[in-house]
């Protein structure tokens, strides 16, 4: 590849290039709007698909970096890395844009060209935050993200847009702030805005945080993140922003979006802050765990679908909260993996329902009844990625909560029960609601002549269900890719520690040191 | 007889950019009567305003006329910006002063007096030197803020920035001569000598701060602002947000920066101050239907944030290695906000129409689609003030907020995080009405024409260098950071 020492760049500009393509097109030639877009981000999942190369199976650090200046004062450094889980999240992104724009094909009428524009230039935001190792380049891509989905929700979403549009920015600009203060606190006590340079410093002992310190800068970081995932109970912005936004919106937002909380976790607050993380962690635990139960309790008694699969996505990613908070190799592996699952199946959910409302124009489970009369691929469709987002063995959705739950067993068997009884609730909402929707008597006679899956819905769904079905039977392929980095957060955790302890001028409350016996001590709390 | 003369050119040569601004005004006055047509006298205006910032290349550093006026980086970076901002606002000017059917010549002159005046501000050294230039400054200001002379709102824009203006005048000139009483000098040097304990050069700083704070819209000073901002004609509201404020905050920068000690009264001053301006701005942004008085209202709060840093110099002050950014976080937010607030102004003045009708929420509606340029222009613009990446203001607020955590004032910081989250609110309230109201048909036909050319020029200029320190705000950045900033503050 000849531009193999500047990949990541090109896969974060890319897009942007699409972009600025587009804008040469007039606005009333649809069609060339549209392929021209497909075209940019399909190449733009292949290649996304030579990191897979470049990213060698048991590789510690990040095998492929790039490095320069780029400001002087403060030294902000165009700094990019990828390891093992982020290599997965941007492929995600990459993978579920072209999606976005097939789904989108019939879906969206006005304004095209600027709705594509926006498309892709969240793309750049999204891959850009999964491929910074510069705090602040980071914060950069995290806040210009925001602009193009603002967008997205308040130009082509439905009746209350705005509204939407505008508490899903405030909700998020709140949190970021705050993580600003804590990013340009962290580089007033280093010097440097440098993730890996930081991590280095911290376990060298030349960085040392107070206890207060050091909680509070985990919680602005933390606080930002959780909003994004979103951790109850800073969830409410998320049913708004799902319902009004437009598919791709929906998709987007719940298969990448909110994993840039989880992924934020994982690379930064652990890291960074472990003995804050770990002194937290009781607490997150619970927050998650109230997350994952009353997420699915509320879905179910949704009336609206899209509300429904909205608040699914509360439940199923307090699993990867919790999963990551267990500080177990094996259950921040689910987490990760739950991570991409779950943007699989809840992105096809959304491609489902935004389908079902392409030819309804509503979203009330009452409204449908019996579809699988009238269009039976689609009923099949829809029952395959219920299935998995049920967590059905075989399929995507089981292997990250299975992981999930086998390593917070390891902590605290109360957590594991309650987290379990997640899976069971969201078996019943999920199968109660597809019932509802396309078994029994077609109750309204509009639904009689709906047509079956187009070509083009059949294909987007078929490839959805390969992707699925190759996450569930054949999970190895990426667990092997980000298990090693999983284990390094964890030992990075650990060996801050040990340096705490080494230390005598640092009080240290917990002498043996070792992670293990800290965690299990908080959890018999 | 020799070294007379030399330092007497030495000393023209410190206020020749002040010597030109005034001197093309006059010419500008002079040649009214003769000269048809509004075009000729914005080319010489123009040409005034240039002229008069590129003579700062002649300019030695040093002190002049017995230390009355310093010429340093400082007073340089401050003519460079207040230059580019008469010249921009003068430009803009054009296409409104044709639709208004206003005299160009007089509002021309007054621009550049105005202008030098403010020059005047950023390079003295003295408190009455400081004082004419206030006045200069102060008295074509109200002259332009009632340039409308039909409309009722201008008069009262006016008539209010002038008894109110009069009033801070007079607590100003009550501080200098309080100081003079202490010091038996004028001269900021002086102050640096002075014992900063006593009372009574508190008092006559304090009256000091409250003249200045005026004339920058501090709250508690800030109640003139919104009303005098809406009357005004836009492009010369455009000038007040964006030059007599920058001056200001240059002139308030060299006071404080020189007195020495007692810096824990003085901080705290800040202190309080900028937290009343950020929460009077925004708060008071937050309920506005009308754009220009938004921006009005936003300006107050972009005062805030300014002190915000003052609150940090005055904490540092004692370590001069850690009072380097805070001054480079002042000169980069009053550069960055003076150009975006420059840009958005014009996009407001000619969206406005015949008579400034056109200035409610309402009237932006479906912007996006009806004026494509104007309404991306002004989005950048938002998003600037709002404080988002890749724009100069989010490098602006970003140094400010480096500047207070380097100071240790968490809390200031955090207060300032939280304005910004409330801004966030009104600037996106603005694109929203834009891009995603649709558009109900309220502005006649000739409003949405577009930008004339001279205001699409203003416009790109300023969008233009928004980017390019947001993107690479080294150069300015290396200005800003220079050791001689301040050469007596040293």
Redesign the interface.
């Known amino acids: 590849m000849a531009f193999s020492g500047h990949l990541l760049t090109v896969l974060i500009f890319f897009p942007a290039a699409g972009a600025l393509a587009l804008l040469w097109l007039r606005g009333d030639d649809e069609v060339w709007i549209r392929r021209l877009t497909f075209v940019v981000s399909a190449a733009e999942f292949l290649f996304s698909l030579f990191l897979l190369r470049a990213v060698p199976i048991g590789a510690t650090g990040y095998p492929l970096e790039e490095f320069s200046h780029w400001?002087?004062?403060?030294p902000i450094n165009y700094h990019l890395g990828v390891d093992g889980i982020s290599l997965f999240l941007v492929i995600l992104t990459t993978f579920l844009t072209p999606i976005c724009v097939l789904a989108s094909w019939h879906g969206v009428h006005h304004?095209i060209k600027e709705f594509h524009v926006m498309l892709l230039l969240l793309e750049v935001g999204v891959v850009g935050v999964f491929l910074s190792l510069d705090l602040f380049l980071f914060?950069?891509f995290w806040?210009?993200m925001?602009?193009p989905m603002?967008?997205l929700i308040?130009?082509w979403g439905h009746e209350r847009?705005?509204y939407a549009?505008?508490k899903f920015?405030?909700y998020t600009?709140?949190g970021s702030?705050?993580m600003?203060?804590g990013i340009?606190?962290l580089?007033?006590a280093t010097g440097t805005f440098d993730l890996p340079t930081i991590q280095q410093m911290l376990q060298n002992g030349v960085l040392v945080l107070s206890e207060r310190t050091e909680m509070i800068l985990f919680l602005a970081f933390f606080v930002a993140f959780a909003i994004k995932v979103p951790l109850f109970p800073l969830h409410t912005w998320l049913p708004d922003a799902h319902v009004e936004a437009p598919t791709a919106g929906s998709v987007i937002l719940a298969g990448v979006l909110l994993k840039m909380g989880t992924y934020g976790m994982i690379r930064f607050c652990l890291p960074l802050f472990p003995d804050a993380s770990r002194r937290a962690a009781p607490y997150v635990a619970v927050l998650a765990i109230v997350g994952i139960i009353y997420g699915a309790l509320v879905a179910m008694v949704q009336p609206n679908l899209k509300k429904l699969v909205a608040y699914s996505s509360v439940s199923h990613l307090g699993f990867v909260v919790l999963g990551i908070f267990a500080f177990r190799n094996i259950s921040m592996q689910g987490a990760v993996y739950q991570m991409l699952a779950h943007g699989i199946s809840t992105g096809a959910l959304f491609l489902l329902v935004g389908m079902l409302y392409d030819r309804r124009h509503t979203f009330e489970i009452s409204e449908y009844g019996g579809l699988s009369t009238p269009m039976p691929r689609l009923a099949a469709f829809f029952l395959f990625v219920v299935l998995s987002s049920a967590g059905l063995p075989m399929l995507n959705g089981f292997v990250g909560e299975y992981l999930i739950l086998l390593g917070t067993y390891q902590v605290s068997w109360k957590w594991a029960a309650w987290a379990a009884t997640g899976v069971i609730l969201s078996a019943c909402y999920l199968l109660w609601s597809y019932q509802r929707v396309f078994f029994g008597e077609v109750t309204h006679q509009k639904n009689r002549e709906l047509l079956d899956a187009s070509t083009r819905e059949k294909w987007i769904l078929a490839t959805v269900a390969v992707v699925t079905l190759w996450m569930g039977i054949g999970s190895p392929f990426f667990t092997r890719r980000f298990a090693t980095p999983c284990q390094a957060v964890l030992e990075q955790m650990n060996r801050n520690v040990m340096h705490e302890v080494a230390a005598p001028s640092v009080p240290q409350p917990m002498t043996t040191g070792a992670a293990e016996t800290s965690t299990e001590r908080l959890a018999a709390r | 007889m020799t070294s007379l003369n030399q330092e007497m050119l030495h000393n023209l040569l410190l206020v020749l950019p002040e010597m030109v601004w005034c001197g093309s005004a006059v010419v500008l006055m002079l040649l009214q009567p003769f000269v048809k047509g509004r075009q000729a006298l914005t080319f010489i205006a123009l040409l005034g305003a240039a002229a008069g910032t590129m003579v700062t290349f002649f300019g030695i550093p040093g002190s002049g006329f017995a230390g009355l006026i310093q010429f340093d980086t400082f007073s340089l970076f401050f003519h460079w910006l207040l230059g580019l901002v008469s010249f921009l606002v003068i430009l803009s000017s054009d296409s409104y002063l044709e639709r208004e059917n206003l005299d160009g010549a007089e509002f021309y002159a007054l621009i550049l007096f105005a202008t030098a005046g403010m020059g005047v501000l950023a390079s003295t050294q003295e408190l009455l030197t400081a004082f004419i230039g206030l006045e200069m400054s102060s008295i074509s200001s109200y002259i332009l803020a009632g340039y409308r002379r039909d409309s009722i709102k201008s008069s009262e824009s006016a008539m209010k920035y002038f008894l109110l203006g009069s009033f801070a005048t007079a607590f100003f000139l009550y501080g200098i001569a309080l100081v003079y009483g202490v010091t038996g000098s004028t001269n900021l040097a002086s102050l640096a000598d002075a014992d900063p304990a006593g009372n009574l050069l508190r008092l006559g700083l304090t009256l000091i701060l409250v003249g200045l704070g005026f004339k920058v819209a501090a709250a508690p000073f800030q109640i003139w602002t919104p009303d005098v901002y809406e009357g005004a004609p836009t492009p010369v509201t455009a000038l007040f947000s964006a030059g007599p404020k920058a001056a200001t905050f240059a002139l308030l920068l060299r006071i404080f920066s020189t007195v020495h000690a007692a810096t824990e009264y003085w901080f705290w001053a800040f202190w309080v101050l900028a937290v009343l301006t950020m929460f009077a701005g925004n708060l008071g942004a937050l309920v506005q239907g009308n754009v220009k008085r938004m921006l009005a209202y936003s300006s107050i709060a972009h005062a805030g944030y300014t002190l915000v840093a003052f609150a940090a110099v005055t904490f540092v002050r004692s370590d001069p290695e850690a009072v380097a950014p805070a001054y480079a976080a002042v000169l980069f937010y009053l550069a960055s906000y003076a150009l975006v607030s420059v840009g958005a102004f014009t996009v407001v003045s000619e969206i406005g129409g015949r008579g400034e009708r056109y200035l409610t929420f309402e009237d932006y509606a479906g912007l996006g689609t009806r004026q494509p340029f104007a309404a991306a222009a002004l989005s950048l613009f938002l998003l600037s003030l709002l404080g988002l990446p890749i724009t100069a203001g989010f490098f602006g607020k970003l140094y400010i907020f480096t500047a207070a955590i380097k100071s240790k004032l968490i809390w200031l910081a955090i207060l300032m995080a939280v304005n910004s989250v409330i801004g966030a609110y009104y600037y996106l309230r603005l694109i929203v009405v834009m891009y995603m109201r649709e558009y109900k048909g309220t502005v006649p036909a000739e409003a949405s024409r577009g930008l004339s050319p001279t205001a699409a020029m203003v416009v790109t200029v300023a969008a233009l260098i928004t980017l390019y320190l947001g993107l690479l705000p080294n150069h300015v950045l290396s200005i800003v950071l220079s050791p001689h900033l301040l050469l007596s503050a040293r």
């Open positions: 400001i002087s004062s403060p304004r914060f950069l806040e210009i925001l602009i603002a967008f308040g130009i847009r705005i549009a505008v920015v405030l600009m709140a702030i705050l600003l203060v340009i606190w580089y007033n």
